[in-house]
């Protein structure tokens, strides 16, 4: 059925004959090869439907087509709708991520986010790529020192593993004076170097901590 409907819909652009574009049946303006009457050719006209519906504009019913009128919105069947912030930037849209039988069907903006007010870029639009890429790794994955493979990592263990190297690092790193005696009280062990991923509550946090624990080399990409 779907196949016929679109059987010699083909429209072929007068410029660039080797373009076509594809129009279903239903919504061709009627041709002799379609033997549509003229009572129903006048009645699909569209400026007739403007002037017989009030759709000055042509934005109303008159631009929609049979075909329009079948469609559905892919969120309509959702079993949940999930708020969300978009991972990519450090504009931090908000987003809506729309579920059905436990997966996603779509990933949209949030209209009630002050930032984005329902918009996304596109590549924010293509989130659900990201969350369903099969290559996506989803323990932690560890290669020990001379290590050969990697290892998978539980998540606690991980933890644990950074916080004793962030400790030791430290310690190592550690000037209490300098060579005058003046108190420095610093740790020249480690620094802090954030992405445009960050956003300004995660910056706030991670210069809190990182000046906390002593550091003095801390710098986000977006200053470079
Ligand atoms: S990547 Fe695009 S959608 Fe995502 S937070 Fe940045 S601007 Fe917003």
């Known amino acids: 059925m779907e196949a016929d409907r679109w059987e010699g819909s083909r429209l072929s652009c007068p410029r660039f004959p080797a373009q076509t574009a594809r129009v279903p049946a239903d919504t061709r303006f009627p041709t002799r090869e379609n033997d549509v009457s003229i009572p129903e050719m006048l009645r699909r006209w569209p400026v007739l439907r403007q002037v017989r519906d009030g759709d000055v504009l042509a934005l109303g019913l008159t631009a929609r087509s049979p075909r329009s009128e079948e469609l559905r919105a892919r969120t309509e069947d959702a079993e949940r709708v999930v708020p969300s912030v978009c991972p990519y930037c450090a504009v931090g849209c908000g987003q809506r991520i729309f579920v059905r039988g436990g997966g996603i069907t779509s990933i949209e903006g949030d209209p009630a986010s002050p930032i984005s007010r329902g918009r996304l870029c596109p590549k924010g639009s293509a989130t659900r790529s990201l969350v369903e890429a099969p290559g996506r790794e989803y323990t932690v994955r560890y290669r020990p020192p001379h290590g050969q493979e990697w290892e998978d990592l539980p998540l606690d263990r991980a933890m644990d593993m950074i916080a004793d190297r962030v400790i030791a690092a430290r310690s190592q790193g550690w000037e209490e004076r300098d060579a005058d005696g003046n108190r420095l009280r610093r740790t020249l062990g480690f620094g802090s170097l954030?992405?445009?991923?960050?956003?300004?509550?995660?910056?706030?946090?991670?210069?809190k901590l990182f000046t906390a624990l002593g550091a003095i080399q801390i710098e986000n990409q977006a200053r470079i």
């Open 194 to 207: 954030g992405g445009a991923t960050l956003d300004n509550e995660e910056n706030y946090l991670i210069k």
